[in-house]
């Protein structure tokens, strides 16, 4: 793999299949997925073994024993891509709401850049329009009190979709990094901030899943609330 995409799973049945073929359809050289399922019960992780039978080179699949957490699933995965070789790592979610056209976009600002993050809020970004006021104030508002606490100058501080280059990960001291729910991406902004890579925001327009369900709730919330201010303590 030249280009590793780390894609954590949880019940994604309906959407894996259509994410593996579309990332493929795109033409880039060297593109590998390594798909890391925390024990579905919709059968996510018998439709990855598929996939990999349907695409042995280009697909990796790691079975974990139940939900243990994003942050920790991207860990694994990102220490597997760099023992593979892959010059540039992805973090992506598997729902379509971050637009795999746009990875080859990503990829190529690693020239000039050390990471690559697809914002929702830089000019041409932006969120489902079927999202309604409360679910906008939540994103919008949750992003802004993570880089008020943390200082982190990235404008969307929460995103889950970045490129990184496989120094920085190799530079990184990725056992420090703690945080286990979606706030893993605060904390990945952090780190890279206070090394000093440069970062460049890619717009894209985040869009609500077609198929399955949200794994966000009130518990992610509340932990994301609090881990921020150990995040800075931490670092």
Same mark, same amino acid.
């Given at each position: 793999m030249k280009t590793a995409i780390v894609m954590p799973t949880y019940n994604e049945a309906e959407n894996l299949p259509l994410m593996a073929n579309q990332l493929f359809s795109l033409g880039v050289e060297g593109l590998g997925l390594i798909i890391v399922d925390d024990n579905s019960p919709d059968g996510t992780?018998?439709?990855a073994d598929s996939l990999a039978q349907q695409y042995p080179h280009q697909i990796k699949v790691v079975h974990r024993p139940?939900?243990?957490g994003v942050g920790s699933a991207y860990?694994?995965?990102f220490r597997m891509a760099l023992d593979m070789g892959a010059d540039y790592i992805f973090e992506? /979610?598997?729902?379509f709401s971050? @637009?795999?056209e746009v990875v080859p976009t990503m990829i190529a600002m690693?020239?000039?850049y050390y990471v690559a993050v697809g914002s929702r809020y830089? /000019?041409?970004g932006g969120?489902? @329009?079927k999202w309604g006021l409360w679910r906008k104030f939540l994103s919008w508002g949750g992003n802004v009190y993570a880089r008020w606490v943390t200082g982190v100058r990235v404008k969307d501080a929460t995103a889950g979709f970045k490129c990184f280059r496989r120094l920085v990960l190799e530079e990184l001291d990725l056992a420090k990094v703690e945080s286990g729910g979606y706030v893993f991406q605060v904390e990945m902004a952090y780190a890279c901030q206070k090394r000093g890579y440069r970062v460049v925001e890619v717009p894209i327009t985040f869009i609500e899943r077609a198929r399955g369900r949200s794994k966000m709730s009130w518990g992610i919330i509340w932990e994301a609330a609090w881990r921020v201010w150990q995040i800075k303590r931490r670092y």
């Open positions: 992780g018998q439709i139940g939900k243990m860990i694994h995965a992506m /979610d598997a729902d971050h @637009p795999p690693m020239k000039d830089v /000019d041409g969120v489902d @329009p």
